[in-house]
């Protein structure tokens, strides 16, 4: 996507808000949730990912990314003792999304795999009040004249126009809550810039949020009465990007009318540097082993998106 997330709001009919949504900050700054008490927590989660799980004197990227997020995530699962209703989510990985829609007269779509999905049994309420989603008619999307906006895209012959959430009918977690995208490629030409996995992240969120809004209310364009909230979190292992996007219309064709809605809090670093070997000048230790510029606001906000919607 050559210019990332404004592309990406062009091509999904979005408004962007920098920062979190009042109902993501109000969990953040609200002390009885005890976002605080975990800090130890991940400072050993952030250990063991780059330092204790591994033989390696250095481990790699592609390692100690999913380590990382696979303790961030158990951390947040201790809090269903105290939120029972948190232990009515599900993680699904490798499933298929499928969704379609027409912009300006093109079609497009989102297909195949993304990242990996946490569903809850309930969706998450709307972000925005009818009064913001209003407001959103006064928005003029950017314009990319004389280039087109899906300039980039990759074009290919559509047998079927397919909207699919990747799940049966029935299935008990059926809405989707957060899609965490995991940039774990070592060698850094193979993962996505910020810019480009912030894109990425939109396009996704807001392919699940269609294709559960067509599954709900049917594939005619409309403005949603209930809008679709997906939630998206991206990490390379150290730098988190934060997103949440609501779906209030599925009629994307025009620029004018109702526009969807992005809150993205950028480039957000868990900590600065992990000193796998200690730096030595003199035959003095001057920087021992250890996690340095440890972020702890950080994780609170991985852990606030967790709780949205429970809390």
Known sequence: LFPGVRQAQWLTKTKLVEGLPPAVQSILDNPAHGLQEHEER????????????TTEVAPRR?????????????LCRLMSGKYPSLSKRMLARNYRIAATWERESILLQVRGLNGILMNSRTPIP???SKEEILATKEHVLESFHPISPTIDLQEVNVYKELNDTGFRDGYP??????????????????RFRPEQLRAKMLMF????????AKALYGDDPKVLEQP???????????LFQFMVFQLNTTDLVSSDGIKNLVWIDSDQNLYEAAQCVPEIKKRVVTKPVGIYGFQPDTFKKFLALYLHGTV
């Open 126 to 128: 709307p972000v925005a």
């Open 173 to 190: 977690y059926s809405h989707p809550h957060t899609l965490f995208f995991l940039e774990s490629a070592n060698v850094r030409t193979d």
């Open 228 to 238: 679709v909230v997906v939630q998206s979190v991206g990490t390379d292992g150290q």
């Open 42 to 53: 991940v400072k050993d989660a952030i250990s063991h990912s780059r330092f204790w799980d």
């Open 62 to 74: 592609e390692h100690y990314c999913p380590v990382l997020f696979e303790d961030l995530i158990h």
């Open 205 to 212: 969120a807001f392919g699940n949020a269609l294709a559960k």
